[in-house]
């Protein structure tokens, strides 16, 4: 497909457009510690996301600590609220290759299992305001990926998006999982992500890209 036949590219955010994984795994330390429990090295947070904070909280409590749940997660989304966008910034090469999609009359989405209101602050700090076309969080407690719904009502039906003229990037077999669910071919997995190359590969991506600017060059048709 060449880039000026695509109607839009939708992204996730975290591990995808933007690097998050320390602002969070920052908040969730803050509140285990702060409830007593045990924190966890930076490395372990990769395996804990993807799927929402609720999610998130869960496994990195563990088995032996969900009774703690509700004061943690209480205590977590309170601090996160306040130091989401401490340490988050976009991938090295992610505003070239977005500002390229854009010249070519590429809508941008962003769907994300991150809560929307903390999700359009982080997208307008880090690409600044109205540089994306749209963006559809979790409202805490919604539905979250892969289910297509929250997106298709809000996106592709309003702008009348033909899943065959979009593109889908994402960095877990969620965001695979989720392309599918929205009937989108093109479903490109980012290797910079939170998920282990092996595993994005099981999830039979329509291709795997190995550098941000390499969203530029599907932008421009070449992949």
Known sequence: ??????????????GTIVSSI?????????????????IHPMSDFPGYLGNGSVKLIQRALGKEHQDCFQKVFDTYYAYYLEHFCVKTHPYEGIVESLSCAKKEGILLFVYTNKPE????EVADKCFGK?????????????????????????VMKPYHLDP????????????????????????????????????????????????????????????
């Open 1 to 14: 497909m060449k880039g000026n036949d695509y109607q839009a590219f939708v992204f996730d955010m975290d």
């Open 22 to 38: 320390e602002d969070i795994g920052d908040a969730v330390n803050y509140s285990l510690a702060f409830h007593h429990l045990p």
């Open 117 to 120: 209101k903390i999700a359009l």
């Open 130 to 154: 109205g540089f994306l076309d749209g963006l559809v969080g979790i409202p805490l407690g919604g539905k979250v990926k892969p289910d297509p719904e929250a997106f298709v009502e809000r």
């Open 164 to 223: 065959k003229r979009c593109a889908y990037f994402g960095d877990s077999v969620t965001d695979i999982l989720t392309a599918r669910n929205l009937s989108i071919e093109k479903a490109y997995a980012v290797s910079w992500g939170y998920v282990p190359r092996e595993r994005l590969l099981e999830s039979k991506p329509y291709r795997l890209l190995e550098n941000p600017l390499q969203i530029k060059d599907v932008a421009q048709g070449l992949l």
